[in-house]
């Protein structure tokens, strides 16, 4: 859940102050969306260094615990600053090598994941903006249908939702669309060609509209003609996996839990070896963040108002795949 004030956000970390210079996550604390500049937390206040294309709009929209400064006066703040934590995941090494040259009286040390670990558990505004998010989604992939009876290729699909997105009011797509047809949906991240469609066709799709910042993805299956049985077979295998899952979702399950759900099922209809991803991911700012829903990585538990996205997919080299997605909330 998002931190109160930046001493409960310091006090996570056990340090006196934190440089946030990730825009995703200056963009969590202070709203502003940015392309440069630097925040800084210190036990009373968050301190946000921008240059003049952002000091107007900083200074009319950030909360109240956000003091707005000049860029330039980063070095003076840092003279008070005996030590400081970093984001280690963004910080490159020439940043790195700038800070400690530049502000040689204050010990840097690396953070991982502060603000990120913070992020997984939404707040009621933040859930709100999913939905919306999620409900612009959906109503991209209630008009595929229509549109599939024209000429179409992946790549004007993939387009077309582009322009769907910003029809509907939102910030536009939270990553490039995922459009195949045929064959090519044997490959999980495919991207769109000028591959016409035709009647036969297997469609998948994968998709997501940014709101305000807040990410959905979804993906869904279209046909062109009656299924065969080897395609319903599998269809029926994903579909499952996906409510076992889906069921299972609840604050304290684990990434493993679910994952091992998912092999269940899998392993029922003897198609555990056609996977070719994990089952998911967390949801929010970012398409991907938080909790990966994989037994590759370390065991974590789902929190409480955290976003998952579930999507188990079957893949048979060179023929068909399918995938079906939908963004949970726990």
């Given at each position: ?31 502003l ?15 946000l ?6 000091r ?8 109240d ?79 595929v ?10 790549r ?8 769907w ?11 490039d ?26 469609v ?34 994903v ?25 269940t ?30 037994d590759l ?27 079906l ?6």
């Amino acid at each position: 859940m998002r931190p109160t004030s930046p001493s409960e956000l310091l006090a996570e970390a056990d340090i006196g102050a934190f440089l946030v210079s990730d825009r995703v996550n200056i963009r969590y604390v202070t709203g502003l969306e940015l392309s440069a500049g630097f925040l800084l937390a210190l036990p009373r206040s968050y301190h946000l260094f921008v240059d003049g294309r952002y000091r107007e709009v900083a200074e009319r929209q950030v909360p109240d615990n956000v003091r707005v400064h000049d860029l330039s006066l980063l070095p003076k703040a840092f003279a008070k600053v005996p030590e400081c934590a970093v984001e280690a995941e963004v910080v490159t090494l020439a940043q790195w090598a700038r800070w400690k040259r530049q502000f040689k009286d204050t010990k840097f040390v690396q953070m991982k994941g502060l603000l990120q670990g913070f992020r997984r558990q939404k707040d009621a505004k933040e859930i709100a903006l999913f939905k919306r998010a999620q409900s612009l989604t959906r109503e991209l992939l209630a008009r595929v249908p229509a549109y599939l009876r024209k000429s179409v290729t992946e790549r004007s699909l993939a387009w077309q939702f582009h322009v769907w997105a910003h029809e509907l009011g939102a910030d536009g797509l939270a990553f490039d669309p995922i459009v195949a047809f045929g064959t090519n949906t044997s490959r999980p991240h495919h991207h769109p060609t000028d591959r016409p469609i035709r009647k036969g066709h297997l469609v998948q799709v994968d998709v997501g509209v940014k709101y305000r910042g807040y990410c959905a993805d979804l993906s869904a299956v279209f046909f062109t003609a009656k299924m065969t049985a080897q395609e319903e077979r599998v269809l029926t295998a994903v579909r499952d996996a996906l409510n076992a899952v889906r069921k299972i979702v609840k604050p304290g399950a684990t990434n493993h839990t679910l994952h091992a759900a998912e092999d269940t099922v899998f392993q029922k209809y003897g198609v555990g070896h056609l996977k070719a991803h994990s089952l998911g991911h967390g949801v929010g700012l970012e398409i991907h963040e938080g909790i990966s829903l994989s037994d590759l990585v370390p065991e974590k538990a789902l929190l409480e108002n955290e976003i998952v996205a579930i999507e188990p997919g079957l893949y048979l080299p060179g023929r068909f795949g399918m995938r079906l997605e939908e963004d949970v909330i726990v």
